[in-house]
């Protein structure tokens, strides 16, 4: 995929998310069909014929190095991995939509998957952005440069880390969360 220093396109890393996503969801069991179009806020519609529920999926993708060490953030505590997410997700919360986020290892393009519901995102990335803002002294009429264009950060850590300044999931709480608990 990556030869000769040639970057790949962020659109073909999502691509391939959101095919490993149906093909970890073939393997358990669902019927899953991607959307097509500008379907946003649903990439993945999912149904489960063993209890007849359909369930709405947002992938979020992305193609890192692995870690053997999380990172430590002086703000965030210990972090696993990190998406890109919209000011608008602070919003969502429907019972039926979740979120997979991939993380997919850049040497080998193993992927790992955390399926997350919409609640918890929703709730995170607010709490992160008001945490973010009280750390710089930033008003809720001011706009920082980061969050001109209302951009998130999601992120996952780790069970029993006492190091967080807000309620942050956890990679042990939500890694191929695949029965999509609440």
């Known amino acids: 995929m990556e030869k000769n220093n040639t970057k790949i396109n962020p659109n073909s890393v999502s691509l391939a998310g959101e095919f490993a996503v149906l093909s970890q969801l073939a393997l358990e069991g669902f019927n899953a069909n991607m959307t097509l179009g500008h379907t946003k806020g649903v990439d993945i519609l999912v149904s489960d014929p063993r209890n007849n529920k359909m369930y709405k999926l947002e992938v979020k ?62 709730k995170y990335i607010r709490d992160e952005n008001a945490l973010y803002r009280r750390e710089h002294g ?16 999601f992120r996952l850590g780790l069970k029993g880390c006492s190091s967080y300044k807000i309620d942050t999931p956890t990679k042990e709480e939500y890694e191929n969360n695949w029965n999509f608990t609440i």
């Open 61 to 122: 993708t992305n193609l890192r190095k692995v870690r053997t060490e999380p990172i430590h953030s002086r703000l965030w505590g210990e972090i696993v991995s990190t998406w890109i997410m919209s000011y608008k997700n602070e919003s969502i919360i429907d019972p039926n939509l979740f979120y997979c986020f991939v993380n997919i290892e850049k040497e080998t393009k193993k992927s790992n998957f955390y399926v997350v519901p919409s609640n918890v995102v929703a």
């Open 138 to 153: 930033i008003g809720d009429n001011d706009a920082p440069p980061n969050n001109a264009v209302g951009m998130r950060n």
